[in-house]
């Protein structure tokens, strides 16, 4: 099973809002990463867990807030964002924080008003 | 820094026309990763290849294949008879190693079109 799952598909959100991306992975992976991507733009990298530690934080604004709950599970926490934040989330996971190819999730289509 | 260059912002090619992606990337690591992801219409990265540093060896994957070569660090995407399930976003990516972990620096993508 090469499948990573993301959800809501899609979100819609004010800026006074909380919310919560969810991502699951069930190939074993212990490595976890959140992504964003704007319109015509390639994804920029937002986090890294490695063995379900925060490993890299590519100095992301604090109302993003990322969680791992388990080697399964990566959360994004979502507070006071701001329209510019608009964007597609993509989570992923690899074998290991190696060189090892990462496998994308459907991403979350989000919107904040 | 690790730098990966997509010079083709988009292509339109007819259905069974050969194309050919072309990705050039900078890095001073000796081990590095390359990597060919395809980004349909529906938004989900599909991975296609990943190549070390180390193996130089063309690629063959049915219709596609893949054209790696240090000395001019090139590593470059050719779909042979191309089809409109095609259209998609490529996009290549080196990784770069960090103390903590793993990166992947991507390039700004190729847009294809096939027509039919």
């Known amino acids: 099973d090469t499948e990573v799952t993301q959800t809501p598909k899609h979100l819609v959100m004010g800026m006074t809002n909380k919310k919560s991306l969810k991502c699951e992975q069930h190939m074993g992976h212990r490595a976890m990463y959140w992504y964003k991507q704007k319109a015509k733009k390639p994804p920029e990298l937002m986090f890294v867990y490695s063995y379900e530690k925060l490993s890299i934080n590519e100095s992301v604004p604090s109302r993003f807030s990322p969680e791992c709950p388990n080697s399964s599970l990566l959360n994004l926490h979502l507070h006071a964002l701001q329209p510019e934040d608009s964007a597609l989330y993509l989570c992923?996971?690899?074998?290991?924080?190696?060189?090892?190819?990462?496998?994308f999730g459907p991403g979350t289509r989000l919107t904040v008003l | 820094a690790q730098k990966v260059t997509q010079a083709q912002t988009e292509i339109s090619v007819v259905e069974k026309e050969d194309v050919t992606l072309d990705c050039v990337y900078e890095t001073r690591d000796t081990t590095y990763y390359l990597f060919w992801y395809k980004q349909p219409p529906s938004g989900e990265l599909v991975f296609l290849i990943r190549?070390?540093?180390?193996?130089?060896q063309n690629e063959i994957s049915g219709r596609y294949s893949w054209n790696f070569q240090k000395s001019t660090s090139s590593f470059n995407f050719t779909i042979t008879a191309s089809q409109v399930v095609d259209s998609a976003v490529y996009f290549c990516a080196l990784s770069e190693f960090m103390e903590y972990g793993n990166k992947l620096v991507f390039g700004a993508g190729t847009i294809l079109r096939v027509k039919s």
């Open positions: 992923a996971s690899s074998q290991d924080r190696g060189g090892n190819e990462q496998f």
């Open positions: 190549r070390n540093s180390f193996d130089e």
